[in-house]
C-alpha cells in the first residue's frame, strides 16, 4: 500500500430491509466485506476515518420512510452502530428508482436528523446522489441535501445505463456532472466519486442485460482482454480512457490505471477537492498508490 492510509473508507455494514428495518451484514455472509470486528480492524488500519454505508433500494426507502416513527428508530439505530463501533460517521446510499415529492421531503428530513445526532459527537454524514447534467426529471436534489448539513457525494459514473454501451464515465459527460453539482453545492460540501471497474453486456442497441461492477480480476479471465502494454493503447477511447473491446457477442468495457488518473486530472482541473472511488477490492488504482 501507499506509505499513507486512504483518507476516508466506507465499509458497507449496514442495510435496509425491505419493511424499513436497519440489517447488519456481516462477515457470515460477507466473509471479506462483511461486518466483523476482524474486518474492521482491517479497514481502520487503512483508513484515516471509517464511516459505515448504509444502502437502501426502492422498497428499503419506502419502508424506512413509510412513518416517522420507523424513521426515527433507523437513525437511532444506525447512530448506536457509528457509536459502538467507534466510527467516524455514516454514508447514506439511497437508490430508490425514483423520489417523489413527499418521499424527498421526508429523506431530507432524516438527513437533517441524522445531521443533528452525530454531528453532537463530532461525526459526519454524507449521502451518495446519482449524477446530473442538469436538474433531474424527479425530485432529488443537491441543494437540499447540502441544506441539511450533509456532505454530498456525486457518483459520477455509471453512464452505461443511460446509454447503450456507452463508456462508464466519458470525459465530457463528467465535467459536465461537475459543472452542475458546482451550481448547487458549496465547494466544502462536496465529493465527486469516480469509477473503478468495468462492465459488460450483451445488447449494444439498448440498455440492457448489462453486468456492472465487474473487477479487473474478473475482466482479466474475459474472451478478447488485452494484454498489459503497448497494445492495450489500441483498445483505448479517447472520449474516456476507457479499455474497451467486444468478444463474440459481448461488448466489455472497463477503468484501467491510466484512465483512472485521467478522470482524476479532469476533476481536479475543474476545481474539485475531493474524490471518491468506487470501488476497491480487485481494482486498478492511481498511478503509485499500490
Not at 481536479?268 to 486498478?284: I, N, Y
Request: charged share 15%.
Amino acid at each position: 500500500m501507499a506509505a499513507e492510509p486512504i483518507g476516508l473508507l466506507k465499509p458497507e455494514y449496514l442495510t435496509i430491509g425491505a419493511r424499513g428495518r436497519v440489517l447488519t451484514e456481516t462477515s457470515d455472509d460477507l466473509p471479506c466485506n462483511g461486518f466483523s470486528a476482524a474486518n474492521l480492524a482491517l479497514v481502520r488500519s487503512a483508513a484515516q476515518r471509517v464511516y459505515v454505508t448504509v444502502s437502501a433500494g426502492t422498497s428499503g426507502v419506502k419502508g424506512l420512510l413509510a412513518n416517522p416513527t420507523r424513521t426515527a428508530a433507523a437513525v437511532s439505530s444506525i447512530a448506536g452502530f457509528v457509536s459502538a463501533n467507534a466510527l467516524n460517521g455514516v454514508d447514506l446510499d439511497f437508490e430508490p428508482n425514483r423520489w417523489t415529492p413527499s418521499l424527498w421531503r421526508r429523506f431530507t428530513s432524516m438527513v437533517s436528523s441524522m445531521v443533528s445526532t452525530l454531528g453532537a459527537a463530532g461525526r459526519g454524514v454524507e449521502v451518495d446522489m446519482l449524477p446530473f447534467t442538469t436538474t433531474p426529471w424527479d425530485a432529488e436534489r443537491y441543494g437540499a441535501i447540502a441544506g441539511a448539513g450533509a456532505h454530498v457525494v456525486v457518483m459520477a459514473y455509471d453512464h452505461e445505463f443511460d446509454v447503450a454501451c456507452a463508456p462508464i464515465s466519458p470525459y465530457t459527460w463528467l465535467a459536465q456532472v461537475v459543472d452542475y453539482a458546482q451550481s448547487q453545492v458549496p465547494a466544502a460540501q462536496l465529493t465527486v466519486g469516480i469509477p473503478s471497474y468495468g462492465y459488460r453486456t450483451t445488447n449494444c442497441a439498448r440498455v440492457a442485460h448489462v453486468t456492472a461492477n465487474v473487477p479487473l480480476v474478473t475482466m482479466e479471465a474475459a474472451p478478447g482482454f488485452p494484454a498489459p502494454g503497448p497494445a492495450t493503447e489500441s483498445f483505448r477511447d479517447p472520449a474516456s480512457g476507457e479499455i474497451r473491446w467486444s468478444s463474440g457477442n459481448t461488448f466489455y468495457d472497463f477503468v484501467d490505471t491510466t484512465s483512472l488518473d485521467a478522470k482524476l486530472e479532469l476533476v481536479e482541473s475543474l476545481g474539485v477537492t475531493d474524490v471518491s472511488v468506487w470501488s476497491l477490492g480487485g481494482e486498478p488504482w492511481f498511478t503509485g498508490f499500490f
